[in-house]
C-alpha cells in the first residue's frame, strides 16, 4: 500500500516530540527548524585568535585592552608568567548600565598550567569601577579549590561575600568550560564545569546594575595575583545561560552576531514506518543561505544511509549525507527486504557560522508493510498428578482455557480450549503445556483436571484465575 509520509519542522509541542535533537544547537522556531544562535545574549566576546580585540561588542561602549604579562599562544590567552601578576583588563567608557548587572553569565575556556588545588586564588573575571565598590564582581577559585563569588550592589555594600559555588578539579593542560550565572532578582546563582552543574548554588538577592569601568581577566582590583592559566572563547551574556546541565559547544565558537555553530548537528524523525520500497523525496519551505545547506540520511533498522554515487551505503557521520536533489533521484534505489524494515529520517544542518538554513517539511512516499509481530515470552507449566494410595493418576486429562481473548503486545490471542494427557513419569502421573506468559498483560487461564476415580466417578477438579508467569517454567502447584 502506497502512503506519503509529511513531516513538519514546527514549533507546536506535539511536532518538535517527534524529533531528537540537541537543543543547545538547534531550535524549532514558527514553522521551520534552523540552527540555534550561540550568541543571542552575547554581550562581549573574545577569541584570541589574533588579537586582544573584542570579535562581539554588542553594547555602546568603547573598549580598549590593557595587557600586562599576557600574551596569545595557539589561539589562546596565555596568562602563565611565572610568579608575575597577569590579567588582561579592558577599560568601559560611555557604558552606564550596559554591562550585565542583575542577570548575566559569564563562559570562559579554562586550561591550569597547575594540577590540584591551587597555590594561591585564581582569578576568572572581575567587573569594577574606578573610584569605588559600586557593582564590583569577582569570580575566583581559592586555594582549596572552592569556587567563590564576591558580589557588590550599586551603592557598594557586599551582599555576596565570599558565597561558596562548589569546587572544581584541576589538571595542567586539560581544558575546561567554566560558566557563571547570576540572577540577583531571584536569587539564583550558579555554576557548570564541562557542562554540569557543581553542588552548590547562591541563593542571596540583590540589587546591582551594569555601570562599571573594568572588566579583567585573571585578576581582580588588586591586580596583584599570579595566573597561571590558559583562556579561550571567552563571553560575557546579559542573561542566564543555563540553570542546570547542558552539552558543551564542541564545534568552532563563532566570531560573528549572530553566530550559529559549525559542526552539522542532527535532527532525527524518531517516528519509523514499515517500508519496503520509497517512490518519492521532496522538501519544501527550505531556505538555505550562502555558506550553509540541509543534507539527510535515512535510517534503516537503525542504521544511517546515503547514496554514494553509485549506490546506497552505510553513513558515518554528517560528511556521508546527502542533498534534496541527490535523494530525490535515487531513492527507489534503495532497497529493503520483502517483508520490509522500519525506516525514518535524520537531517544534518550544516553553516560555516555565519547564517542558517531553514527546513519546514519533508515530504516522502513509501510502499507500507507491517512491522513483524513480537512473539510473547513462553512459559512451561507442568504438574504431578498421584491418588492417596500413591497410585499415579495416569488417565487424566488438564483442559487449559483462555475463555476471553486479548492482546499480549500486537499480538492478539483468541479463546482457545487445550487438552493435556497425563502421562506417567518418575512414579507419578505428569503433564506439561506451553502458554503464553500472561504476568505482563494482567490475563489469566483456567484450568481443570479431569479424570476417573477407580470406582467409575468422573470428577473435574477446576482452577480459575491462573496467571502464568513471565518465567522459562512453573510447577502448577506454586501459580495455583
Known sequence: MAITETIKFDSTASQVANFSFNSELVNFTGTQATLRNLHADTLFHLSFDDSFSFDINDS?????????????????????????????????????????????????????????????????????STVDNNNKMSFYCDTTSKLKLIVHNTAGTVFINSGSLG????????????????????????VNVGGSPTTATITTKGSRDGNVSFYTLGNDATFSLEANNYLDDVTLFTSVQHTGSYSVFTGTVPTTKPGYPDNNPLIRYTPTNGVRGISAFSASSVTVPTGTNLTYVFTVDGTDKYFDGSSWADSNGSSQANSESVFATNVTALSFDPSGNQLTLGVYVNST???????????????????????????????YEDFPEGDPISNM????????????????????????????????????????????????????????????????????????????????????
Open 60 to 128: 555602546t561602549a568603547t573598549i580598549s585592552a590593557d595587557p600586562s604579562q599576557v600574551s596569545i599562544s595557539g589561539g589562546k590567552l596565555d596568562m602563565t608568567v611565572s610568579g608575575l601578576s597577569s590579567y588582561l583588563r579592558f577599560s568601559v567608557s560611555a557604558a552606564v548600565n550596559d554591562l550585565p548587572g542583575k542577570t548575566g553569565a559569564w563562559r570562559g575556556k579554562y586550561t591550569p598550567n597547575f594540577t590540584g588545588s591551587p597555590s594561591s586564588t585564581k582569578q576568572f573575571f572581575s567587573l569594577q
Open 167 to 190: 569546587t572544581i578539579s584541576f589538571a595542567s593542560g586539560v581544558e575546561q568550560e567554566v560558566e557563571l550565572n547570576w540572577d540577583f532578582s531571584e536569587g539564583l546563582t550558579n
Open 353 to 383: 557560522g555565519s547564517s542558517t538554513p531553514a527546513l519546514g517539511t519533508v515530504t516522502y512516499s513509501y510502499d507500507f508493510i507491517a512491522s513483524a509481530v513480537s512473539e510473547p515470552n513462553m512459559c512451561v507449566v507442568y504438574g
Open 397 to 480: 486429562t488438564v483442559r487449559v482455557k483462555n475463555k476471553t481473548a486479548f492482546y499480549h503486545g500486537d499480538l492478539y490471542v483468541g479463546r482457545q480450549e487445550i487438552d493435556v494427557t497425563v502421562s506417567a513419569l518418575n512414579g507419578a502421573g505428569y503433564w506439561s503445556v506451553e502458554l503464553y506468559e500472561t504476568e505482563t498483560v494482567s490475563q489469566t487461564y483456567v484450568f481443570e483436571k479431569i479424570y476417573t476415580k477407580d470406582n467409575g466417578t468422573q470428577v473435574t477438579d477446576k482452577f480459575d484465575s491462573i496467571t502464568v508467569p513471565d518465567q522459562k517454567s512453573a510447577n502448577f502447584k506454586d501459580i495455583s
